[in-house]
């Protein structure tokens, strides 16, 4: 699969936190498959409109009690401009995008 493109939807891929971004006019979103932008003027139900921005190595956190499914592991997604992005994982601390590279502290 190429990194760039969603080539096909993944069976029981699970999606987390997404926003909109109004410095490109794109939403984003978390999945255990990585963090993925798709412009808001194309047809974002079709997965080719979706690009994989970058996958951070994250840790997952299993068997919550009283839970459905497992835990997100990337909890909130914050616009700073265009190309950079911060979110705020469960298990790894705060991680952020400067439009090439991950920074975690």
Do not use: H
């Not at 926003?19 to 080719?48: H, M, W």
């Not at 009690?65 to 705020?88: E, Q, Y």
């Amino acid at each position: 699969m190429n990194p760039e493109k969603r080539d096909s939807w993944i069976d029981g891929e699970y999606i987390g936190p997404s926003t909109f971004n109004p410095y490109s006019n794109s939403i984003y979103f978390y999945s255990q498959n990585g963090i993925f932008i798709g412009e808001k003027a194309k047809d974002l139900s079709k997965s080719e409109n979706w690009k994989k921005v970058v996958s951070p190595k994250l840790t997952w956190k299993y068997g919550q009690p009283d839970a459905v499914g497992s835990p997100m592991n990337v909890l909130k997604l914050c616009i700073v401009d265009k190309t950079r992005f911060v979110f705020l994982s469960q298990n790894n601390g705060i991680g952020f995008y400067d439009g090439e590279n991950i920074i975690m502290r």
